[in-house]
């Protein structure tokens, strides 16, 4: 069982859902993020989304790519990234860790490192998880077969236009959880029609067996409770990458830190 599933295994059992925030590997400054991802456990992460910052991210809305250009200035790229887990790992073995990114990365590491060396490397640093945005389910089944003899989980976007045949495609190969895209478009936009993820997800769930996370517009308490009544795991990234992006050190981890605690203590009072 990865670390991944037996979060969520646990989380289910006491009647909890999983707190997910994201935020980019190296930004705001370059050396911040195990320090970052150590806050955030301790303010009530139950996995943490770590982005790799890439140059062409067709997913993400202006907050994250910016957070993303920033980090590449500082030389962040997918062997830094691996490097900070294993920093974050040095004192914590207990948090899963999901790599959130595009295949160009991943495939520029195995051409300079060798076949299957992104696979390799990610479990050696203790990577939990991936969520490749542009890998097709039906496109992907060796390496998710791959990355599951690693002990690793592979992850899969959803969204309000998926058809009920790409569900079932996601279902065949998705592992740990699957990340259903609240809104139509990139991170950050728009604004969330709550009733409309509660009707999508019967649908969803009809497919797939694992537990489900909503992301894309979650940007407080009050939308992080709405969506927990009816998904199993929140994830919010571009708040936190909004709220931190202007500041120091120090006060970014403590603003992060801040932030989730007061989701988290809000998810616990309604899941009381």
């Known amino acids: 069982m990865s670390r991944i599933e037996a979060t969520l295994q646990a989380l289910k059992a006491q009647g909890r859902k999983a707190l997910i925030p994201y935020v980019t590997a190296g930004f705001p400054q370059a050396d911040i993020t195990p320090d970052l991802m150590h806050a955030m456990a301790a303010a009530g992460a139950d996995?943490?989304?770590?982005?790799?910052?890439?140059?062409?991210?067709?997913?993400?809305?202006?907050?994250?790519?910016r957070a993303g250009e920033k980090a590449l200035t500082f030389g962040i790229g997918t062997a830094q990234v691996l490097a900070m887990v294993k920093t974050f790992r040095e004192r914590d073995n207990r948090t899963p860790v999901v790599l959130m990114g595009y295949a160009n990365p991943v495939?520029?590491?195995?051409?300079?490192?060798g076949d299957n060396a992104f696979i390799r490397d990610a479990a050696a640093s203790g990577v939990d998880g991936v969520l490749i945005v542009d890998y097709p389910p039906e496109e992907c089944r060796d390496f998710a077969t791959r990355l599951k003899a690693a002990g690793l989980d592979l992850i899969f976007l959803l969204a309000p236009t998926s058809t009920d045949e790409r569900i079932q495609q996601v279902a065949e190969v998705a592992t740990g959880y699957v990340y259903y895209v609240s809104l139509k478009g990139v991170t950050g936009a728009g604004h969330l029609d709550t009733d409309a993820v509660e009707a999508a997800l019967p649908k969803i769930r009809k497919h797939v067996k694992i537990p489900v996370g909503v992301g894309f517009g979650i940007r407080d308490a009050q939308t992080a409770v709405a969506v927990s009544r009816v998904a199993d795991a929140v994830v919010i990234g571009s708040k936190i990458i909004q709220l931190i992006e202007d500041l120091p050190r120090e006060e970014a981890i403590a603003q992060c830190?801040?932030?989730?605690?007061?989701?988290?203590?809000?998810?616990?009072q309604s899941q009381a």
């Open 257 to 268: 830190s801040s932030f989730l605690a007061g989701v988290r203590s809000a998810l616990n």
């Open 107 to 113: 495939e520029r590491y195995d051409q300079k490192h």
């Open 47 to 65: 996995i943490i989304e770590l982005g790799v910052p890439f140059s062409d991210p067709m997913a993400d809305g202006p907050v994250i790519q």
